[in-house]
């Protein structure tokens, strides 16, 4: 019997070592349901309140609850008893880290069936923004709002934040009485904007997705299921812009099986989301950069609604594998836009995401180039870089291309279905994959797939998406080159797609002069698009097309999504004639950026 349970306590050890990221023992306790009571404290920018935590105990030795938690102020810890008897519970921090915050110990004499950690957070807290009324686009109300993924939920909750395991929540929060709280979960409970909210969350979520925002929010349907919350300001636009989402659902729903979270809202966050979109379960947080008025960056917006199934439904087990969620997503938001913007589209698309992959493998440590990585001891936001979101994609179309679709298209949808609600890793995708695709090894071999998984760069059966509309583009950019004239470049028919595949190859290929000549006829430094604007700003540093430095001036302060900011700064910071420049303008934009984009900004300026 002992050595049984011998074998199991090691066993239990190994599954939860399969997250370094996380100091939990949630393979000995874990906490399927999770109760919060918060109140937005506004002039502290503080939550405070509790967490109660229901308790299920996986082997009859364990006295110890582990939790993950970051910057957090711990009133007291309390623990009932069956009898409903509460009493107080010791408890103790572990050693800090930089990038995993600090375990929570709390000791129990037995087995109790619910905890509460009462608390509250720091007003650094790394998930939170704290806005003050001036950084929002009304300026008339304080915003706040949280961003979990990777690690950043024990910022701002107590609790086991690995994407390993799975939990139910309900939620009451309390904010001052003119601003409107939401959550990515059911909120039909809330009538009024009265200043006190109730969220319930029926579906079984990892930590990652809880997400909560406040703010001077108002809300505007675009189907009966589908909406938007936003600031004033933006509502009528986001509308406009993401009135195809019904129809993403729809056919999405059609290749991968009913969308599983019943409504799909959309909240429109302040500029400083650091961020393109999250796709918080029911209500996926958007920037406001992609609102560029003619539906050119909606493919934000496929991708967080394609959340839904790939990451939502089934979650990646560990950050080492964040291709199983963005990989994946990738595949299916193109394939969401061929159906609801045609082939043509979803072709430009792919093909501008391969340049961006192009550059990044130029960039990365080989090691970093692997579809499955190794991030252990690392932040794991750092895997936040093309490759699992590409290189993922391209290994899914691969695959896409040897079976075709009519076997691939049900293969997902099964995997979609087979795995609904539970975690993933690369080895378990591969046994399924091997018992439902590759029965034929004359058509994929397990060597050609072991080389997508785990050999850096592109692997050899990669092929290159090419389009003809972005051939005629190089053509006429020879030609324009050749005879001075921009008037051989016939950019009328020209959508973004085209423009920024147009400027992607113009730092290896024009001079500063003929930057100015462009800048001149077609108003580059000044594009409202804010895709074009950092993809000019970059071909500008890159040749030292200095004019172009006030706009990306006034760019760097009104934005914070990394994605553009840190890229920017980076090429700043490495040339000595920038450099001060840099410092400069951060000074007045730092105050406005996320946490995350602070301490990303900071190093590279090295503040
Ligand atoms: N889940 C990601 C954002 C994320 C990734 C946050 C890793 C923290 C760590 C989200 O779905 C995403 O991929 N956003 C992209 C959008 C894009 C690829 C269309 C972004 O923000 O740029
Ligand atoms: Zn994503």
Redesign the pocket.
Known sequence: MRVVLLVLLILAAKVQAADPHSFSNFALVSHPTLALDLTADFDKQQLHGFVELELDWHHPDVRELILDSRDLSIKKVMGQSAAGKWLQLSYSFGEKSPTHGQALRIEFPSQLPKVRVYYHTSPQASGLQWLTKEQTSEKQHPFMYS?S??IHARSWIPLQDTPAVRLNFQARIQTPKQLLAVMGADNSANVDKDGDYFFRMPQAIPSYLIALAIGDLEFKAMSERTGVYAEKVWLDKAVAEFSDTEQMMQVASAMYGDYPWGRYDLLILPASFP?????NPRLSFI?PTVIAGDKSLV??IA??LA?SWS?NLVTNGSWHE?WL??GF??YV?NRIMEQVFGPERALLERQLSVQDLENDLDQLDAKDTLLVTDYTGRD??E??TQVP?VKGMLFLQFLEQRVGRAVFDPFLKNYFQTFAFQSMDTEKFLRYLRKTLLTDPDIVSMGEILEWLYQPGLASTFVAPQSDAFKQVDQQRVLWQQSGTLTDLQTNSWSIHHWLHFIGQLAATVDTAQLQQLDQGFGLSQSQNAEVATAWFKVALAKNYSQALPALEQFLIRVG?R?FVVPLYQQLSQNPQHLEWAKAVYQRARAGYHPLTQSAVDKLLKL
């Open positions: 961003q993924q990777s961020f393109g979109g999250m796709e920037t493919s934000l991708h967080e959340h990451g964040l969620n963005e997503t990738n938001e794991p936001d895997a936040f979101y999504r994605k």
